[in-house]
């Protein structure tokens, strides 16, 4: 990796090197049998109408384009691919970058 600088090399090896000691000496709660249970009714709930709106409400990708930097974002040079796979496709043509970091903005 390149630091740029000695200094920046050595602050990046303190950080790490601490982070690495602080966190083998504490003591972590171990989760229930019943927590991990309710954790995973949630998730699965929450994946349900998650896909349900993104994937199931024909109004989301024209909402979301409307609300979002999403087309703005598609036309930045970052990434190695096109940001777009088809100019009017649904939520599938979307490409990584400009969908995560558009919805990390309604956010």
């Not at 309710?38 to 699965?44: C, E, G, P, S």
């Not at 598609?74 to 777009?84: D, F």
């Not at 043509?93 to 970091?101: E, K, M, N, V, Y």
Request: one cysteine or more.
């Amino acid at each position: 990796l390149n630091f740029g600088t000695p200094a920046i090399a050595e602050r990046t090896m303190d950080i790490y090197t601490s982070a690495v000691l602080r966190e083998r000496f504490v003591e972590h709660v171990q989760p229930t049998e019943s927590w991990r249970a309710q954790m995973q009714r949630i998730a699965d709930v929450s994946c349900a109408d998650y896909r349900k709106l993104v994937r199931g409400d024909p109004r989301f990708v024209p909402y979301f384009r409307q609300a979002t930097p999403e087309l703005e974002l598609g036309s930045l040079n970052i990434g190695s691919r096109p940001a777009k796979r088809k100019p009017k496709g649904g939520i599938e043509s979307l490409r990584a970058i400009p969908w995560t970091f558009a919805w990390a903005q309604t956010r």
